[in-house]
């Protein structure tokens, strides 16, 4: 439930802070950086926590998550409009003795069905309805998926996973087919931090973007009329990034090549793979600013299941198809 309501809200605090396109789309940039750097930092700092106890990096992520709850409560102060001048109004009412003035939502009488409305079935309706939300959310699903079997692969290539059966061909070696590379736990940890370099490459490739954006508009260039104009160029640009770096990653990792190789494929990824999925959630909230909660809380649901569900599919797939085919198909 964390992981679904998290982008949900903070899309809504950014859509409240920043009525600038370009400045929201930072923010959002910062938090989509983050989330992909968790996911690259967590296999490195556990790979050598387990070393000492494989509780010890189950403890880590649970003082971390308790210190970010700690700051969420008590640091992050409310944002959206209509609250504050309830409490605003409240105030004013106490200190001055009178009946007025009375904030937005004061006289609001908490229905659950206006809740269930809202919160529930209105994401699903945009879903269903929406052919932008449905394809943004559809292409997003296919993208998170992708992450997590790249991830995934990371076990594979670099530590090897005993019950595949083939992985690769070998032809002039005689190193075990269950094994490529060989490291520990921890030394495949180093190996996420490429994606993680790519990632915080996004924030001056992106301010790069912005810049000939705004430049082609100061030239009233034709493409800028494009509603899309802001935030999509990105997303094309990211594409190749990706597919580059999955056949990269999938035809350089074998025992003849040094494993310097294939690691580096992870600065493209990180990079593509963030520059997209902030285009992409910016589209959404750029498009849906008064609903963006509702158009965001669709498209993690549809991100979700997907994460969830093909990832599952890594292990066989590599099984049958071995690491070139299944990584670059």
């Not at 750097?37 to 556990?46: E, K, N, Q, V």
């Not at 106490?94 to 809740?115: A, V, Y």
């Amino acid at each position: 439930m964390e992981i679904v309501l998290r982008p949900i809200s903070l899309s809504r605090i950014c859509a409240d802070l920043y009525s600038d396109d370009m400045r929201r789309g930072r923010a959002l940039l910062w938090y989509n950086m983050a989330t992909t750097l968790g996911s690259t930092l967590g296999p490195l700092i556990s790979g050598f926590a387990v070393f000492d106890n494989w509780r010890l990096s189950y403890w880590i992520g649970l003082g971390y998550g308790g210190i970010c709850f700690l700051g969420v409560l008590f640091l992050i102060p409310e944002t959206n409009s209509r609250t504050i001048l309830d409490k605003r109004a409240k105030k004013i009412r106490k200190t001055e003795e009178t009946d007025l003035p009375r904030g937005p939502h004061e006289d609001d009488t908490f229905i659950w069905q206006n809740l269930l409305t809202k919160v529930l079935i209105r994401p699903v309706r945009m879903l269903c309805r929406e052919p932008l939300v449905l394809g943004s959310c559809l292409y997003l699903a296919f993208q998170y998926s992708i992450l997590y079997i790249y991830l995934q692969s990371y076990s594979i290539i670099f530590q090897g996973i005993t019950n595949l059966k083939v992985l690769f061909t070998i032809v002039d070696t005689g190193i075990s087919k269950l094994d490529i590379y060989g490291f520990n736990t921890g030394e495949k940890g180093l190996a996420f931090i490429p994606i993680a370099v790519g990632t915080l490459s996004a924030f001056p490739v992106n301010i790069l973007i912005e810049h000939v954006y705004l430049n082609a508009c100061s030239q009233d260039s034709p493409w800028t009329k494009h509603h899309g104009a802001r935030r999509l160029p990105a997303a094309c640009i990211s594409d190749p990034l990706i597919v580059t770096s999955l056949f990269w990653s999938a035809w350089t990792s074998r025992p003849s090549i040094h494993w310097s190789s294939s690691v580096l494929s992870g600065v493209l990824y990180g990079l593509g793979y963030t520059l997209n999925f902030n285009a992409l959630l910016n589209y959404l909230v750029d498009g849906y600013a008064s609903y963006a909660s509702s158009a965001n809380a669709a498209s993690s649901l549809t991100r979700q299941i997907m994460g969830a569900a093909l990832p599952f599919a890594a292990v066989p797939m590599y099984d049958a198809l071995g690491v070139g085919w299944a990584s670059s198909k």
